[in-house]
């Protein structure tokens, strides 16, 4: 009963400094919630990419074609050899005439007709029989392939580690500038709520020295400029966030329509998945800098 | 001998140099008893705020001992320096209220800093408010008040709490003869209720009217102990 009549009244004092203090607390709210936003751009994009990258690297495979004339035998050899290899996610037999198949489907789909009449049933792709490899650790393409050129009957090896590796650069790219922004925003963060809980310090001093006359422990003094942190990283945090929920769809429609032909890489992750990251995290950072921030603040101004 | 049992205060050898080298009190040494009227007297400077600040704990004396109850003020730590004001209810020359709250919720506030139940409060607030005589104003804010009504809720809120000591720095300085002595006849009537009540003052017509215990200070030095003494002069 005790605690909560002193909860309740720390509440009651909180609120009446944000209140006093509104320019301040605006501001603290504003950069909380600037820097969180920004978090919440760069966290998009961060996932988004993984995903994409992820999904790239499961897509990304080694093709091995084999020389004219080979027999089934030997194919079926350099398969085992590649199979036994531990980086070895997947291996699959494309023949040639599925090749040629997927071929006319993948570049000729709208004029597939004319292309009938052309090559009638003859398969220009008769010698493109191969291996699609996937690998469960894209870095290790490069071995991989050195491995297969040096098999018996293996005539040409493509590997396209090259576009996940170029995905997973622009990543740590972005990754390190939005930490570098949002640090740099976080200590703003923390500069305005040690403002704001400074100037409530100053307007209720007296009320303080009061209290301490009579006898108020430290943390019932204490309580209501933390509660006035926490409610200003709370709310600071929450701004964003719904902002960022009514934006998600949009962007991603919008990224969509603009870059269609880039349909296949760019694969978003649903809102839901992002957001079970980003609420608590972007909820735990504000009201921790909240928190943080009048705690130092009071450690500074506020010897009780 | 004195039985140290029957003080509630013990200032033994009390020195206090600040750190700007001002030397507030020299080697100052005197006993209060539990249910002593106790006036404290002197000039500007003589140390006698050094004194009530020593007494609060606000500052650490230089040398000395300073007992409350029997008990070592050094030793207790800084976090159980709340629980060791609530049992000193203060009252100060410029009343110190919160001009946003009405007059109960200013006496409240000592009870809401301990945590007292509402209820409990509520009723506490009352009692302690009809005693100073203040009951029709209960709603009304310090600037609709007297100074004498001012200083009454001041004294209100440094007794809710039933402090064993009440501390009094210049209580009726900012007030005219008929409202200070009219506080100085409530401070006595809490004596008589079992409160040590040490009044630090510059108000000589009410020392030498109240004929009460006086210690004088002048530089530091407790220049005179009157167990029944009036204001005069000579004593520093």
Request: net charge neutral; charged share 25%; glycine share 8%.
């Amino acid at each position: 009963m005790r605690c909560i009549n002193v909860l309740l009244y720390g509440l009651k004092q909180g609120m009446k400094n944000i209140r006093q203090n509104g320019l301040f607390t605006l501001a603290s709210i504003g950069t909380i919630s600037a820097c969180l936003f920004l978090f919440g751009i760069f966290y998009f994009i961060v996932c988004n990419f993984q995903y994409m990258v992820k999904n790239a690297e499961t897509s990304v495979g080694v093709t091995v074609f084999f020389d004219e004339g080979i027999s089934e035998d030997t194919i079926e050899e350099i398969g085992n050899s590649i199979r036994s290899r531990e980086e070895v996610l997947d291996i699959k037999f494309v023949s040639a005439d599925e090749a040629w198949e997927k071929f006319k489907k993948d570049v000729f789909a709208d004029s597939e007709n004319e292309l009938s009449e052309t090559f009638g049933s003859d398969n220009p792709l008769r010698d493109s029989a191969s291996y699609e490899v996937h690998l469960n650790d894209v870095s290790k393409q490069s071995g991989l392939i050195k491995y297969i050129k040096k098999l018996d009957g293996v005539r040409e090896v493509k590997g396209s580690a090259e576009t996940a590796r170029g995905l997973g650069n622009i990543n740590r790219l972005v990754g390190y500038v939005s930490a570098a922004i949002i640090i740099i925003l976080l200590a703003v963060a923390v500069f305005l709520i040690n403002t704001t809980v400074s100037m409530g310090i100053a307007v209720r001093r007296e009320e303080i020295g009061i209290m301490k006359l009579v006898g108020a422990a430290d943390s019932f003094i204490r309580l209501p400029f933390i509660i006035e942190g926490v409610v200003i990283g709370l709310v600071g945090a929450a701004i964003p966030l719904v902002i960022l929920y009514f934006m998600y769809s949009g962007i991603i429609s919008f990224i969509a329509d603009k870059f269609s032909v880039l349909s296949d890489i760019l694969v978003f992750l649903d809102i839901s998945d992002v957001f079970a990251v980003l609420v608590p995290v972007s909820i735990a950072v504000g009201v921790g800098i909240g928190f943080l921030g009048s705690v130092w603040t009071m450690r500074k101004h506020l010897r009780v | 001998m004195q039985d140290n049992g029957e003080y509630i205060i013990e200032f033994e050898n009390i020195s206090k140099t600040y750190s700007e080298g001002v030397d507030a009190l020299d080697g100052v040494s005197f006993s209060i008893k539990k249910g002593e009227f106790v006036f404290i007297v002197g000039p500007n400077g003589s140390g006698k705020s050094t004194l009530i600040k020593l007494l609060l704990k606000e500052i650490e004396p230089t040398e000395g001992i300073i007992k409350v109850s029997g008990k070592d003020n050094s030793k207790i730590k800084r976090r159980n320096i709340p629980k060791y004001r609530r049992n000193i209810g203060v009252v100060f020359q410029d009343f110190r209220l919160l001009g946003d709250r009405n007059v109960f919720e200013n006496v409240a506030l000592a009870q809401r800093v301990i945590g007292v139940p509402k209820w409990k409060m509520d009723r506490n607030v009352a009692s302690v408010i009809s005693m100073v005589g203040l009951t029709e104003k209960l709603t009304a804010n310090p600037q609709e008040l007297s100074g004498g009504e001012q200083q009454r809720v001041a004294l209100a809120r440094a007794l809710v709490n039933r402090p064993g000591i009440l501390l009094a720095d210049e209580p009726t300085g900012n007030l005219d003869p008929k409202n200070a002595w009219s506080i100085m006849e409530l401070l006595d009537e809490v004596n008589k209720l079992g409160t040590t009540v040490i009044v630090v003052t510059h108000n000589n017509e009410v020392v030498d009217m109240m004929q009460k215990r006086v210690i004088a200070m002048h530089n530091g030095k407790l220049t005179h102990d009157e167990s029944k003494g009036g204001y005069a002069y000579e004593m520093y």
